[in-house]
Each structure stands twice: as C-alpha cells, then as structure tokens.
C-alpha cells in the first residue's frame, strides 16, 4: 500500500508512523495528549460509507486493533474515536488517549490548550512502546519505514 498525499493540516500538524493494510498511522505533534490518526489510503474519499465494503470493514479492524494497542499502551481512562472532517476533509479518524488528568478533561481537545510539540526522544519511545505491541500482536501487519511488523 502506498500512502496517500496528505492534506496540507495533517501535513503540518502530524507526524508518519507507518502504515497498516488500510491506513496509515499518523502521530499528532501534540504532547498534551496521545493523539493519533488513522487515514485511508483512498483517494477523494471524506466519509466511512464512501469506502467499499470490504474497506469499511478493514477500517474497523484496523481501528479496533490500535484501540486495543492504545488501551494496553497507555492504560487511558478514556479513548476518543472520532471522524470529524470539518476542517480537513480527507478521511481520517482521531484516536486520543484521554485521562482524567489531562489538559481538558473532560472537554474535547480540540483547540483547548496550545499544542507541545513533541521532542525527537518521546517520539522515538513511543514508536518502540507501539512497535513492540504490534509485534506481540499480529492480528493486523503494520509497516515502519522500511520494516514490516506482522
């Protein structure tokens, strides 16, 4: 599967983990919270019902699998699972971590504190922290730059 080009916003705003059969992984620079995006690689496609069958039910599996990853991960007291699109509308689904002690709970996220970019090193122990999950649970194949995981 080769990635779609993004949209301007998640060009800016994201940075590219890799890729499952589907959707590409993408981490939101935004160290208040971890925020992760999953995105079709579908051309012109802005709602779920507009994929084929068959993608739709991959999207789920997909989304369900980084579900169970997130939960395991980082033990969240809430998981956020949202497709928006108001402001990008390439098809993409917000996965957020949410925790009681974040900086909005209980509110949405969206626009409620200014984002903290990430530092090279948190991402690099988040990369490792899904890596090593994927690894232990193959259900879905995810690829890293130049790896496979499966």
């Not at 800016?12 to 939101?28: M, P, R, T, W």
């Not at 208040?32 to 690689?41: D, E, G, H, K, V």
């Not at 709602?47 to 599996?61: A, C």
């Not at 970019?117 to 922290?129: A, F, G, L, R």
Request: with cysteine; glycine share 2%; hydrophobic share 40%.
């Amino acid at each position: 599967m080769t990635m779609i080009k993004l949209h301007p916003q998640l060009e800016k705003d994201c940075i590219v983990l890799g890729e499952f059969s589907l959707c590409s992984l993408l981490l939101l620079d935004d160290a208040n919270y971890p925020w992760f995006i999953l995105l079709p690689n579908r051309e012109s496609i802005s709602e779920i019902h507009q994929l084929s069958v068959t993608d739709q039910q991959q999207l789920m599996k997909e989304s369900m699998f980084f579900s169970h990853c997130l939960e395991q991960v980082f033990q969240p007291d809430k998981l956020n699972i949202a497709a928006l699109g108001n402001v990008v509308p390439q098809l993409h689904i917000h996965h957020i971590a949410r925790f009681t002690t974040d900086a909005s709970w209980p509110k949405p996220v969206w626009g409620a504190v200014t984002a903290i970019p990430y530092q090279k090193k948190q991402i690099d122990t988040i990369k490792n922290q899904l890596l090593k999950w994927f690894k232990n649970n193959n259900e879905q194949t995810f690829k890293q730059t130049g790896e496979t995981v499966d």
